[in-house]
């Protein structure tokens, strides 16, 4: 079945730094690949998407690019701020339909000032 | 928050006893769906609604089920609560065009 696999946490990094948050997946068919973040306290928010090989997501200043070849969708940012701590989801979406998510299990990222 | 509220935010119950939580959406979604966060697991789905009493199964349905008697709400029901049932549940809605809009969640601990 279809399964996401991120980079262990907690990363901790200095303000300005440059981040990227590794996600690799397993999947039948061509699936969209989704990071999600989580503040304290809150629900998930959609960061970005890529539908197709090739497509680059990007949004607030954090990219990933779908790698087919690589089956991967790594996360960076080039200098992070003290606002992006936070916890980072990688997820696809299976066939057409619901979209029923499947989740890695998260990295939790503290940006030191 | 796309308009979603859960209900309640948190909650301890006790061993045994049965559980609803609810969710309602004021966006006139299709999908509806429930997951649960445990640490070390990500986010895993339990059930999910494609219309007005139409429901399928998750991952993790085992112990759960869901009614969507109307448009905008959706409950997920633990019959007999159990201490592997404390977690964090979300509810989330979005369709094949439309990215996941989740909730903010309800902290359920089962003692």
């Known amino acids: 079945g279809n399964s996401v696999t991120q980079m262990e946490g907690p990363v901790t990094l200095s303000e300005e730094a440059f981040l990227t948050i590794n996600c690799t997946y397993t999947a039948t068919g061509y699936p969209s690949l989704f990071w999600y973040v989580q503040y304290p306290g809150e629900g998930l928010q959609l960061l970005l998407k890529a539908t197709k090989a090739d497509d680059k997501g990007s949004n607030k200043g954090f990219e990933a690019t779908y790698r087919k070849e690589t089956t991967s969708f790594h996360l960076e940012k080039g200098s992070v701020q003290v606002s992006d701590s936070a916890v980072y989801f990688c997820a696809l979406s299976g066939p057409q339909g619901a979209q029923k998510l499947v989740f890695g299990q998260g990295t939790r990222l503290t940006i030191n000032p | 928050d796309a308009g979603i509220t859960q209900s309640p935010r948190h909650k301890v119950t006790e061993t045994g006893t049965p559980v609803t939580l609810r969710c309602h959406q004021t966006?006139?979604?299709?999908?509806m769906y429930w997951y649960r966060q445990d640490p070390g697991h990500g986010l895993r789905l339990i059930h999910y609604s494609y219309g007005v009493k139409d429901t399928d199964k998750g991952e993790v349905s085992d112990g759960y089920s869901v009614s969507r008697s109307k448009t905008e709400d959706f409950l997920l029901t633990l019959e007999s609560a159990t201490s592997s049932q404390t977690s964090v549940y979300f509810c989330a809605i979005g369709g094949v065009r439309s990215p996941l809009h989740f909730g903010n969640g309800t902290r359920l601990t089962v003692t």
């Open positions: 966006e006139n979604h299709r999908y």
